[in-house]
């Protein structure tokens, strides 16, 4: 029998505190505290799933006890509550580390229910990656990040099934999905991870240097060659040789490459004499390789020969699972990078992302978050900081959902939630202009938001509020 989850409720008033957990009892396991020293006590013996804080007690400040829960307890959402805190300090929750903000009364019970199990249920979400992740470096020796959804685990486990054998492989699928990562990864887990694992873009190339890059050359062997120099098939010896972008090369170089597929041996440039080295190939491409060899810009003696196995590496667009593990890994690393404390995702910014084509893939992707990282100014990454391109998307067709497996119901919320995130977006939170561009009340539009689990406030901006607001 699965577990129930833990709720801490710290309200100094008996009467909210049956209130809430009247509401939420029959479900979780509720545990109450009526001050501060109580909640610390209860969080220093159970570990709380979420919980709900007063922010105004007698002689206390619910600040205090959020502030500790994100420094102490980060696996603890909180719920800031208060009938009589000011927007400011709403705000400032918020800022601590508060995922919410409820004021009292409590009309809408049914809101307590829609929080509690949307903030479990990205809880949930977190720990599955979390278990997936180490699922895959248990099996794999890795520190990349490479996705959970399941298209990608099936790449994954003919990775698993190749690595420690010598054979070649050929990755193909579109630019920007990661190829070369799975390449590294081949080599990281493979019995040749203790030598080097050397790569090179072929496409980036001229035939003449990319022959004098890959064999070497001897010196005098032409103009600029001043001395002898070692090609990356010596380099790579013992380890792993990544060629990329394969299917740009010269049918002439093709041909020298697989006499060295077919034989082991290779001649330096203006050599002659020939050479060995003991190198695994992994090739990729990020083009239709059978229809390069049916146009004859392929040899098809060079494919059958690369091809003995294939990892096809799926475009972002069909691995949508995948996208908010990589955009906070990403944000992680940029925050890192620019020495920013660590951002998290509004859920306008997930669904921009989640609805976005991704025709450049991972590595659009992980520029689009660069570029937000860059120019937020909030703890929160908002619409406002992504590219333009993706910012604006929602308007725009590259935006629009899919709804031809959906019924009716759900296809009506989708869209609904997708039109409200939209006007959210473009006023900043602003609801009474977002309900103006609506035409419909404010006190709809927040009846709509809740309903449909959206947080209106994680598009506000933490300077105050709107006027009217």
Known sequence: MKTPARILLVDDSLESLELLASQLEDKYDVSSAISLKEARVLMTTERFHIAFVDLV?????????????????????????????????????????????????VRNLELIQILVEKILQTQWLVAENRRLNAMIRKDLNTNLVIGNSAKVQSVIQKVKKIANLDTIALITGETGTGKSVFAELIHQNSNRRANKFVAVNCGSLTETLLESLLFGHKRGA?????????????????????????????????????KVLETGKFRAVGSDSDLSSDVRIVAATNKDIKKTVAEGTFREDLYYRLNVINLHIPPLRERKDDIKLF????????????????????PGVLSLLLNHNWSGNIRELRNAIEHAVVLAENKVIQPDDLPENIAGSMGSSEGVLSFDEMNWAKAKDEFSRFYLHSLLSKTGGNILRAAAKAGITRENFYKKCTKLGIDWREYRKPSGAEDGE
């Open 57 to 105: 007690l007698p002689g206390e400040n619910g600040l205090d006890l959020i502030k500790e829960i994100s420094e102490e307890h980060p696996y603890t959402a909180v719920i800031a509550i208060s009938g009589q805190a000011s927007i400011e300090t709403a705000v400032e929750a918020m800022k601590l580390g508060a995922s919410d903000f409820i004021v009292k009364p």
């Open 222 to 258: 032409f103009t600029d060659a001043h001395r002898d120099k070692m090609g990356y098939f010596q380099e790579a010896n013992g380890g792993t040789l990544f060629l990329d972008e394969i299917t740009e090369t010269s049918l002439a170089f093709q041909v020298k490459l697989l």
């Open 327 to 346: 955009a906070t890994a990403f944000a992680k690393e940029f925050c890192n990078k620019y020495g920013k404390t660590e951002l998290k995702l509004s």
